[in-house]
């Protein structure tokens, strides 16, 4: 097994972080009342964008799990 050049890792490092970033933008949005009202507490778009926002960075960290799994096989 061959080690990862150091722009992978640094890549990895990124997507990883970034999908943090999402997952926990969402998770501020629900459950925040901070939102410089753009998107009022109980709207349904709110809650939707925060939706959306989570789903996006548990697939961009599925993401970067599976590639890693693969590197190492």
């Not at 933008?25 to 989570?54: E, K, M, N, Q």
């Amino acid at each position: 097994m061959r080690e990862k050049p150091l722009h992978e890792k640094l890549g990895d490092l990124t997507s990883s972080v970034m999908a943090l970033a999402y997952v926990g933008g969402g998770v501020f949005l629900i459950f925040s009342s901070f939102s410089f009202r753009l998107l009022p507490i109980g709207s349904i778009w709110r809650y939707a964008f925060a939706g959306t926002l989570i789903l996006y960075g548990a697939y961009r960290g599925y993401r970067v799990l599976r590639r890693n799994q693969d590197d190492e096989s």
